[in-house]
């Protein structure tokens, strides 16, 4: 039974490039959740994708986008990257939107901003 | 809004050596709680959960946390701790909302020294 999984697992970008990160939820699962987690810090809740809609957000800008397939993956896509937006994304799949379960996390995508 | 503070951002301690983490949480409404541990290089995995009930929670690898709402904490413990148990350890919080997303804590990393 494969967890999640993540892809690219190591990625390099300039400021002003876009990224798009790729996440395959847990067999079984519908829910996929993205979260950043900095150098050194918690993660931050980006946003979460049920039913191919975006259901909540976190404190984000615009330039991070989203989207879920009918295959339940998802990708995150950040447009004109600032140093700032380097960090490690995750993603985190559940079944359905309650939070009583537990998240099931992937090892990440680190993104470089240079 | 609902957020978490750890209160130490580093804990070290000897081999074999009981531990505590201290989390406390703020929010206007009741909440679901979690611990995660995240091993190096590696993704977050939930360690215990309180929703209800007995506000004295049992997680994995001998983990526990005591839900006090007087005091608005949800520290973790064990007795006997191990090398293995080096990592950062986050706790979380979500409100009741099926649709919530869980915020976390800026974490705690717990070294042990032989």
């Known amino acids: 039974d494969a967890g999640v999984t993540q892809s690219p697992t190591h990625l390099i970008k300039t400021r002003g490039q876009q990224v798009t990160l790729r996440c395959s939820p847990k067999?079984?699962?519908?829910?996929v959740s993205w979260y950043q987690q900095a150098l050194g810090q918690g993660p931050q809740f980006i946003f979460q994708?049920?039913?191919?809609?975006?259901?909540q957000r976190g404190n984000f800008p615009d330039r991070f986008s989203g989207h879920q397939f009918p295959n339940y993956s998802s990708e995150l896509n950040v447009n004109a990257l600032l140093l700032g937006d380097s960090a490690l994304y995750l993603c985190?799949?559940?079944?359905?939107?309650?939070?009583?379960?537990?998240?099931?996390f992937g090892e990440g995508s680190r993104l470089t901003v240079l | 809004a609902q957020s978490v503070t750890q209160l130490d951002s580093q804990v070290p301690v000897f081999e074999e050596a009981p531990v505590e983490l201290r989390c406390n949480y703020s929010?206007?409404?009741?909440?679901?709680l979690f611990w995660y541990v995240q091993y190096p290089n590696q993704g977050l995995q939930l360690l215990l959960k309180?929703?209800?009930?007995?506000?004295l929670v049992k997680g994995i690898n001998g983990f526990e946390a005591e839900f006090n709402k007087s005091q608005t904490s949800f520290h973790l413990r064990k007795p006997s701790v191990h090398i293995s148990d080096t990592a950062e350890y986050f706790c979380?919080?979500?409100?009741?909302?099926?649709?919530?997303?869980?915020?976390f804590g800026s974490g705690t990393r717990l070294s042990i020294r032989p």
């Open positions: 979380a919080v979500s409100d009741l909302d099926g649709a919530s997303k869980i915020i």
């Open positions: 067999s079984g699962h519908d829910t």
């Open positions: 985190a799949s559940s079944y359905g939107l309650a939070n009583t379960g537990e998240l099931f």
């Open positions: 309180y929703l209800s009930g007995s506000t």
């Open positions: 994708y049920y039913e191919e809609e975006e259901r």
């Open positions: 929010s206007s409404v009741s909440v679901y």
